[in-house]
């Protein structure tokens, strides 16, 4: 009975080669300056481009300001970059910023109907409050358990021993999770306890009932050992510490007042009306088309082929601008989705200045050359 | 320039106007399979077989007589089949079906006759009885009336293990499902005109009785009409055959035929060629076939005794028509049928029959094919009986020799009905019949497919036929055949499935409707000359395929017939059709029609109201409520020629305003449920009818390979291999089906959000990109369970492992421990086995060696140990069944990678194989 088997979540895919291939984004480095050749300028011979060399800068300095901000939402406006450098900050958010989550799970006894490695996953999934998750080790790279991944530098064990002795269906949830660490806690539990301090929304929180492992009937137990560890999103998505993450191009918006003036009320309503978002609205005391919420548009042209249709091409002129973004970040509730735009950043910098070194050592600009052609 | 087009005009008027609500019958449908079940056919047809027909087997070979001594006998007196039992060291068990999938055994209950017999060779005896003497073990069908599953309610099912969503109609035979199919024939007892293989007008009959069973093909061949038949060396004039049956007077035969002048002049060159033989008499005749009878040869024919000839016409030409006493009339009457219909044929080819007409198959189910096996067994068991009885009578010893210890000694019946249901081959020499594949092993790949595999039908011709005619979708299929079920490929439009209402009939009691019949004034043929059959102003009137007699008014007497089957007094599944063209009637009542229920509408107005429907829906009326009260009868495929069946409650006027075309007056019944007439399959098809048909065809056969649910007790099987998913979910859009089946209570599958894009390079067929988080968090992980058997020989031994290499997960009792990792080449048996299993004295360990269970898996991947079951097998030994579980996530296809393809050979044809295969089957993951 006592017969103890560990399952891992099975599926972790491989781990990541350790930086091989950062991503390159020159134009965006801060402060340092790496200086390329120009092109055509460049021979494409032997000679070996000098490795420092201060000819044009790429440097941009990019600003943000927060619209609007919540533990685990937030939004906020990125300018004066481009594309590369907002996607990269996307994609680092989703996938690379460290998390804690359940990765070992010894199982002692389960007689419940779910099969082991079905509870692993489970548990892998259930949010862990990550806020240490940066100082913390990777288990493959901690020198104080020999990448055993068990001590306290780099894992949070966990314990679950629940069994059912009534005749009603009895709720595993991650509430009866016991952690070790009070500062790695199934993210629910930690917003309950928040909400139970300040009371204010205790009546709805009473009502969570925290994340459901499995249900229990009579004489049913399970009885598990489960080790946290450090990861990140690229690995397994329970790492993720990022919900959703999206940003869009704020759009730029003209429009022809010579020509929209040549358009009757009903006209320049039934136009406004051809836009499936609510982007334009007629200002009641002027009847002039105005721009209400620009970045209701979706870039779906409804509008241009209204105009289009109506025999006024060029009524409403609507571009992207290239190097304005705005972001909105929603967060698991691992970390705050403000300290996940602020992790991420970091992580990106690490990346970076990785790449950086890398070629300081090796002086060489081959690889970073072929990628730019 | 406003570009805007006026709106088509709009007659607010009639869009306003209220839509008569029509009575929504759609909960005549759970109604109706509450009551019926999903395969209702199988279980009714096994249920006939085990109630009635069983008995009229014994009842025709009742009697076992010794020919030494005709006292010495055995008569059986009663059948009956008990409850599903198995012997466990000598102390009868009952049995659970889920017991016999676990353990390998039959789900079979004792076969019971109560028999009266004599003893021995003295000269008085005593009639000695017995009660219960079981001669063998019969299969019995899950849900079946001698099943224990029979009426149980959810609860008790699932304390049975059981799922309560399974509909049975399959048998277990060692351990496996095993579904007889339905087969498809041609209808027996039936006249058919047909052109054969040589363009020769035909009209052929297959006669089949208890008895015997026999073609007769008359054919045409140079203006001359000629009986084929097996049993005579070559065709025969049929002339000839007439005056052997008594009809010796030329005139009589034309007036057999009719008045029709057309009709004479085509039989002249018949009757000429009859003179030219010199054969006037019924004698002539008689001798001249003697002659020709026996199908080896002359000199086999010339030893054959006298009166040969009017055996074969007696007992095998045409044997469905009975002979009482020597009256040959109804014979000659019926082969007068045959010719005039044939002339019809010549005459008019429009009034030739149409072979892959619905109305002239017949469907053959698990009890008819049960029935037939176990006659053919029990046959053999008494004629073995009498063998031994006869040959053991003139010894010594036997005083005591009785026919119950033969009988019991050798029964061939359990072991024949389990071989046949296990391997699928019925192979009984005595009814000719050599068929493979009757029965299958179930498919439980889902829980649809376990269904669609129970409905489906296999075909009567050989696969490889050619002719596009089978294959062709039948107008008469509407309604019975699903017309989107079938495979692809050499089976496509052969192999069919049933509709969700399609019932098959079992055979009827037919005396009573014979003499239904007469008393609603059918003339009896005994009194009527030759002339008078044909006469115009009547009908003949078929019951079964055997002429009955004829009727004056056949509308009355078949609206008579429909009014009794109405109110109950007649079989609610005897069809009555009158086929104005043939002018005959035919009433049926024979096994194997198909047919289906309609609700009944007289002058176009359906009986069924309101008010019925909610005493349906409140619970006081069921669906067999309905058909006692005359408010929806089934139809078979025949009878709906009679009927004119609308799709919905008739409207005066469409929605247009417009004048409906149909007259209301004509409409006779209301179709019940309109996408009634999809199978099981096709029904999980959201909006089938916006799809180009193929695609149908295509999700027909693909839905059965959905991963999800199997069954309720799917974690409690022992099958082979089963796969199952982690998180299956009901489909977000439903379809009436879905609901009726239980799919939605065992689904397969997930719902995806799909985005479909045209752009570059995923644009390539069938290829699908996959966000890796969502299969991180369980999209599309599955579960395999694959079973190891090992079974332990009575020398063998399972011992304690001693802390050895790859031993490691085994219990001290030698098995894996459930829950333990297995990996490649670790052991899950520890068994042994004496170097000579015949020295059985001293057994030492030097004696043994390894015979172990070595697991073979993948290096790499993960696979536990997720059961162990451990039962003696019928034999007695230990039979240890590990059941090994492996869950898998979706991996990027093989195929796409270099090595793969050239590992599998893919890249055999240079790089433009490379090409096409590596883009084909390109399914691609990428990150977010
Ligand atoms: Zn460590």
């Given amino acids: 009975m006592d017969q103890r088997r560990s399952v891992s979540d099975l599926f972790n895919p491989l781990r990541p080669e350790s930086n091989r291939n950062p991503p390159l984004y020159p134009s965006l480095i801060p402060k340092t300056l790496i200086s390329l050749p120009k092109r055509g300028q460049n021979p494409s011979g032997a000679q070996k481009p000098p490795a420092m060399e201060t000819t044009v800068s790429y440097q941009r300095f990019p600003k943000v300001r927060i619209r609007e901000m919540k533990d685990e939402y937030c939004k906020f406006e990125l300018r004066e970059t481009d594309a590369s450098m907002a996607n990269a900050l996307r994609r680092v958010m989703i996938a690379e910023v460290p998390t804690v989550a359940i990765d070992l799970v010894e199982i002692e006894v389960n007689s419940s109907v779910l099969n082991d490695e079905f509870i692993a996953h489970r548990l892998g999934l259930i949010p862990l409050t990550s806020d240490n998750a940066m100082r913390m080790r990777f288990s493959r790279d901690c020198d104080s358990c020999d990448g055993d991944g068990q001590c306290e530098f780099c894992s949070v064990e966990f314990h679950l021993n629940v069994c059912c002795d009534s005749d009603q269906t009895l709720d595993v949830t991650s509430a009866d999770l016991r952690s070790a660490e009070a500062s790695v806690i199934p993210v629910d539990l930690a917003v309950k306890a928040l909400a139970m301090e300040s009371s204010s929304t205790s009546y709805e929180a009473a009502e969570q009932r925290g994340i459901i492992i499995v249900k229990l009937r009579r004489g049913q137990e399970l009885r ?150 | 320039m406003v570009a805007q087009e006026s709106d088509p005009v709009v007659d607010y008027k009639t869009l306003t106007v209220p839509v008569k609500s029509a009575v929504d019958k759609f909960d005549l449908l759970p109604a109706f399979l509450k009551v019926r079940g999903l395969v209702k056919e199988h279980i009714d047809s096994f249920n006939y077989f085990i109630d009635h027909g069983i008995h009229k087997i014994v009842e025709a070979n009742k009697r076992l007589v010794c020919v030494h001594d005709p006292t010495l006998f055995l008569e059986y007196k009663r059948i009956y089949v008990g409850n599903p039992t198995v012997h466990v060291d000598l102390v009868e068990q009952k049995i659970t079906p889920q017991m016999c999938r676990l353990s390998d055994r039959t789900y079979a209950a004792p076969i019971f006759v109560d028999v009266e017999f004599t003893k ?214 019926y082969a007068a049928v045959m010719l005039r219909r044939m002339m019809d044929a010549i005459l008019n080819s429009d009034t030739m029959d149409d072979k892959d007409y619905v109305g002239n198959k017949r469907l053959e189910l698990s009890g008819q094919l049960m029935s037939l096996l176990f006659e053919d067994l029990f046959k053999t068991m008494n004629t073995h009986a009498l063998e031994h009885v006869n040959s053991a009578y003139s010894k010594s010893n036997s005083a005591m020799l009785d026919f119950t210890s033969v009988l019991q000694r050798f029964s061939p019946i359990t072991q024949g009905l389990e071989r046949a249901i296990s391997t699928g081959n019925w192979d009984l020499k005595r009814f000719k019949m ?337 966000n890796k988080s969502s299969l991180d968090r369980g999209f599309g992980r599955c579960i395999t369970m694959k079973k190891y058997s090992v079974l332990k020989e009575k020398t063998d031994r399972i011992i304690r492992p001693q802390n050895e290499q790859n031993k490691q997960i085994l219990d001290a009792d030698g098995i894996a421990a459930p829950g333990e990792i297995i990996r490649n080449h670790d052991i899950y048996v520890n068994k042994q086995s004496p170097k000579n299993p015949r020295d059985s004295s001293a057994l030492k360990d030097q004696v043994y060696v390894d015979s172990n269970a070595k697991y073979k898996g993948v290096e790499g991947e993960t696979t536990v140990v997720d059961r162990v079951l451990l039962c003696s097998d019928t034999d007695d030994k230990l039979s240890i069944k590990c059941i090994i579980r492996h869950t898998r996530r979706p991996e990027l296809s093989r195929i796409n990678s270099r090595e793969e393809r050239k590992r599998s050979g893919m890249e055999k044809g240079g790089v433009g194989g490379m090409e096409e295969g590596g883009a084909k089957e390109q399914k691609g993951m990428e990150e977010e």
């Fill in chain 1, 224 to 373: 598990l050992r489960a080790i946290a560890r450090k990861g990140i999103g690229k690995d397994h998505a329970k790492w993720s510490p990022a919900a959703t993450v999206t940003f869009m191009y704020e759009p730029d918006i003209h429009i022809n007042e010579d020509l929209m003036e040549t358009l009757s009320l009903d006209e320049k309503r039934a136009w406004i009306e051809s836009s499936p978002t609510k982007v334009f609205d007629l200002d009641p005391n002027t009847g002039q088309v105005v721009v209400v919420d620009p970045e209701a548009y979706t870039y779906d042209d409804e509008v241009i082929k209204k105009a289009e249709a109506m025999g006024k091409p060029g009524l409403v002129e609507i571009n992207a601008k290239e190097d304005s973004f705005i972001f909105t970040v929603e967060s698991t509730g691992a970390i705050k989705a403000s300290q996940l735009v602020l992790n991420a950043i970091d992580v990106l910098r690490q990346k970076l200045d990785a790449v950086r070194l890398q070629d300081a050592e090796e002086n060489d600009f081959s690889e970073l050359k072929a990628h730019l052609g």
């Fill in chain 2, 120 to 333: 021995g060779n003295q000269p008085n005896k005593q009639i000695e009885q017995r009660q219960r003497m079981q001669i063998g073990q019969m299969p019995i069908m899950l849900r079946s009336s001698h099943c224990v599953l029979r009426g149980k309610d959810e609860a008790e099912l699932a304390k049975l293990g059981e799922c309560p969503l399974d509909p049975g109609g399959y048998f277990i035979a060692k351990g496996n499902e095993k579904v007889i199919l339905i087969q498809e024939q041609l209808s027996k007892n039936r006249i058919i005109i047909d052109r054969d293989s040589k363009g020769r007008v035909s009209a052929s009959v297959t006669s089949s009785t208890h008895e015997t069973k026999s073609k007769t093909v008359f054919f045409m061949e140079k203006d001359k009409i000629y009986l084929q038949l097996n049993q005579f060396s070559k065709p025969v004039p049929i002339m000839i055959i007439l005056k052997a049956m008594g009809i010796e007077s030329d005139q009589e035969i034309v007036q057999m035929l009719g008045r029709d002048p057309r009709y004479g002049s085509l039989l002249l060159p018949s009757i000429q060629e009859c003179y030219s033989e010199k054969i006037y008499t019924q004698k002539q005749a008689l001798d001249y076939l003697d002659e020709k009878a026996g199908s080896t040869g002359a000199a086999r024919a010339r030893i054959r005794k006298e009166g040969e000839a009017r055996k074969i016409i007696r007992d095998i030409f045409l044997a469905n028509v009975p002979v009482s006493h020597g009256n040959f009339r109804p014979k000659c009457i």
């Fill in chain 2, 434 to 770: 050599h068929r493979k594949g009757v029965s299958q092993g179930l498919c439980r790949l889902s829980f649809i497919a376990a269904l669609g595999h129970m409905t489906r039908i296999s075909p009567q011709f050989e696969k490889t036929r050619k002719v596009s005619g089978p294959r062709a979708l039948q107008p008469s299929q509407w309604g019975m055949l699903c017309p989107c079920d079938t495979p692809e490929g050499e089976a496509c439009g052969l192999t069919k499935n049933l509709a969700l209402m399609t019932h098959v009939t079992t055979d009827e009691e037919e005396g009573p409707i014979i003499s239904v019949c007469q008393s609603l004034g059918v003339q009896d043929l005994a009194s009527l000359s030759g002339e008078e059959i044909h006469s115009p102003t009547s009908f003949l009137v078929i019951f079964n395929g055997l002429i009955l007699g004829k009727h004056k008014d056949p509308k009355r007497f078949a609206n008579a017939m429909r009014k009794l089957r109405r109110k109950g007094k007649l079989g609610e599944f005897v069809s009555i059709f009158v086929n104005d063209q043939q002018r005959c009637v035919y009433v049926a009542s024979d096994g194997g029609r198909v047919c289906r229920p309609l609700v009944i509408a007289d002058e176009g107005v359906s009986r069924i109201k309101e008010h019925h429907m909610k005493e349906l829906r409140d619970g006081v009326r069921c669906f067999n409520d309905f058909l006692r009260d005359g408010l929806i009868e089934y139809l078979d495929v025949n009878e709906e020629n009679n009927a004119v069946i609308s799709l919905y409650e008739h409207q005066d006027k469409d929605l247009n305003g417009e004048k409906n075309e149909v007259d209301r007056k004509s409409i006779t019944h209301v179709e019940i449920e309109p996408f009634t007439i999809l199978g099981v399959c096709a029904g999980l098809i959201p909006y089938p009818h916006h799809n180009q048909s193929p695609r149908n065809t295509y999700q027909c056969a693909m839905g059965k390979q959905a991963m999800g649910n199997i069954a309720y007790n799917q974690l409690f099987r022992a099958d082979s291999l089963i796969y199952l998913l982690v998180y299956p979910q009901r489909p977000l859009l439903t379809t009436k089906s879905i609901e009726l089946v239980g799919y939605d209570k065992l689904g397969a599958g997930q719902n995806a959000t799909v985005a479909v894009m045209s752009y570059s390079g995923y644009d390539i067929e069938d290829a699908i990109v996959m």
